[in-house]
């Protein structure tokens, strides 16, 4: 039984870590896709060459 228990606890820690993880790395896209964002703004306002 108490094997039982350990190996629930084990399953349920891993599936929180691996939903940290996904959360973090989609947290991590966005802001580099914000940060290419701002670049890409940055560059069409200096009047640089236009992006095709």
């Known amino acids: 039984m108490s094997w039982l228990l350990v190996g629930l606890a084990l ?3 891993f599936g929180l870590v691996m939903v940290f ?11 580099m896709a914000d940060k ?4 890409r703004d940055v560059r069409s306002s200096d009047g640089g060459e236009p992006e095709c």
Do not use: K, T, Y
């Open 11 to 13: 399953f349920l820690v």
């Open 21 to 31: 993880a996904l959360c973090r790395a989609a947290r991590l896209g966005d802001e």
């Open 36 to 39: 290419l964002a701002d670049r």
